[in-house]
T-cell receptor, first 112, second 115 residues
Framework: DGGITQSPKYLFRKEGQNVTLSCEQN?????MYWYRQDPGQGLRLIYY???????QKGDIAEGYSVSREKKESFPLTVTSAQKNPTAFYLC???????????FGDGTRLSIL | KQEVTQIPAALSVPEGENLVLNCSFT??????LQWFRQDPGKGLTSLLL?????REQTSGRLNASLDKSSGRSTLYIAASQPGDSATYLC??????????????FGSGTQLTVLP
């Protein structure tokens, strides 16, 4: 079945450490997105990519980095510069303009 | 900047009731509006997508309406069931500069359907 796979489901970060969250999709979608969700709040956009080898900052990009070397993959790195990384991270994709956005099951990141 | 509000934040109803969830947005220049369902600890499941030229969309017991001029959408759930218990989020895609490709999300309505 086609879908979006995020791994790991749970991730723990030590102080000063960079961690990478994986997002893979087999839907053949061009656009991919990373969101952060904090308790009681809506989703906030971190980065998005409309096409391979191109990506743009969202509303809260500071302390995060991404790459888009393959159409299927859009990994997110949470760097040590992100001082409040504890959150639920969601990856999404969509096929094109006017199409619905689909989501993975998320990665919960916590600080040790 | 687009702002999306969902009221109430939480709602509890007995099984079998018909109910309406509300979503309002400040910038009416939207491309489309999408309703999602989120179960605890899970990702979002797309329920309905309404294009700006449409007034409503239906899927099974769900009906979503859109009134762009007033900046409102409603999600109507008929004959509610305990399995409908989840958080429901709405999100709008706006034409505003720099955000045409972005969704702006409300903070959701947490629905509990009591058996």
């Amino acid at each position: 079945d086609g879908g979006i796979t995020q791994s790991p489901k749970y991730l723990f970060r030590k102080e000063g450490q960079n961690v990478t969250l994986s997002c893979e999709q087999n839907l053949n979608h061009d656009a991919m997105y990373w969101y952060r969700q904090d308790p009681g709040q809506g989703l906030r956009l971190i980065y998005y990519s409309q096409i391979v080898n191109d990506f743009q900052k969202g509303d809260i990009a500071e302390g995060y980095s991404v790459s888009r070397e393959k159409k299927e993959s859009f990994p997110l790195t949470v760097t040590s510069a992100q001082k409040n990384p504890t959150a639920f991270y969601l990856c999404a994709s969509r096929s094109g303009v006017g199409q619905p956005q689909h989501f993975g099951d998320g990665t919960r990141l916590s600080i040790l | 900047k687009q702002e999306v509000t969902q009221i109430p934040a939480a709602l509890s109803v007995p099984e079998g009731e018909n109910l309406v969830l509300n979503c309002s947005f400040t910038d009416s220049a939207i491309y489309n509006l999408q309703w999602f369902r989120q179960d605890p600890g899970k990702g979002l499941t797309s329920l309905l997508l309404i294009q700006s030229s449409q007034r409503e969309q239906t899927s099974g017991r769900l009906n979503a309406s859109l009134d762009k001029s007033s900046g409102r959408s409603t999600l109507y759930i008929a004959a509610s069931q305990p399995g409908d218990s989840a958080t429901y989020l709405c999100a709008v895609r706006t034409f505003s500069s720099g955000s045409a490709r972005q969704l702006t999300f409300g903070s959701g309505t947490q629905l509990t359907v009591l058996p």
